[in-house]
């Protein structure tokens, strides 16, 4: 498993019985997480929160507040700020456990010698790792994603962050529409990260299932990759596949850059605080470079 260990305005309190408790910079928020099967270990800080949210039977859910709550706060990561909200679908604008990935892509990029790296973020939500290729010393990062107020949201992030001076591309499209389009225009990346829903629709109604659609999203990504990469990172939150599924999607898709790299793949995890205990979060499969 692959956990952050530089983000330190969230912390995991403790998970079980179907949920987890959070403190997002001082902000304790309690959630349903359905991998937490195991008993709390922690029974007493569950009633010390601020706010919960209450699934419905019916899809979706609302918060109950127990104390008056900004509409927004942030948290840091490295010199990086972030926009947290709840928001009506459980999420608050980040998943604590890709910061993995933003160590990985930030220590890549910046100890990389070239100047001119250029990086793709795809299905990028609310732009964390964005941020992170755009402070690491990428020259160019494009930022797509079909939810136009995701995309507004990751520009919130780029100004609450200083790097509204850096050359951050955002666009509001269906991502596998947009990296046809880029092979055709001819444009490279150095770096692609890809972070595909389980199911979504994109802003005409596209349909998008992973099972359905990650074979051709990898293939058509392929081709967009620069001749000297360093990485090509996908990440799911789609149960039921393992690893080992990714790991030979990836290994098939890239082909033809093993000879220059490796693929591996793990889960993404955090720890509970003083607990040797991991929250399983999901699978990231990544092709990175030979060093």
């Known amino acids: 498993m692959i956990t952050g260990k530089e983000f330190k305005d969230y912390i995991l309190l403790d998970a079980g019985d179907k949920e987890k408790i959070e403190s997002w910079n001082g902000i304790i928020l309690r959630r349903p997480d359905p991998m937490a099967i195991w008993p709390k270990t922690k029974e007493d800080i569950w009633d010390k929160y601020d706010a919960i949210y209450h699934r419905s039977d019916k899809g979706g ?173 996908v990440s799911s939150y789609t149960t039921g596949y393992s690893s080992t599924v990714l790991t030979n999607v990836m290994n098939h898709h890239m082909k033809d850059f093993l000879d220059r790299g490796k693929v591996y793949s793990d889960e993404l995890g955090i720890m509970i605080e003083g607990k040797d205990i991991a929250l399983p979060c999901g699978l990231t499969t990544r092709w990175v470079r030979n060093d």
């Open 61 to 233: 859910g609302n918060w109950e507040y127990h104390k008056r709550l900004k509409e927004y706060w942030t948290l840091n990561f490295r010199d990086l700020t972030f926009k947290v909200s709840p928001t009506n679908f459980k999420h608050t604008g980040l998943f604590p456990e890709q910061s993995a990935n933003w160590e990985f892509i930030y220590d890549k990029i910046s100890n990389d010698p070239r100047d001119d790296i250029k990086i793709l973020n795809l299905f990028a939500y609310t732009g964390a790792a964005t941020m992170v290729a755009s402070r690491a010393g990428a020259k160019e990062v494009v930022h797509v994603d079909a939810a136009k107020g995701m995309v507004e949201w990751a520009k919130e992030n780029m100004e609450l962050s200083h790097l509204q001076d850096n050359t951050i591309r955002f666009i509001v499209d269906d991502c596998l529409k947009f990296i046809k389009r880029e092979y055709r225009r001819g444009h490279k990346y150095h770096g692609i990260i890809m972070d595909p829903p389980s199911y979504g629709r994109g802003p005409n109604g596209e349909i998008f299932r992973f099972e359905d659609k990650i074979n051709e999203l990898l293939m058509e990504a392929v081709k967009i990759l620069d001749d000297d990469p360093l990485f090509l990172i």
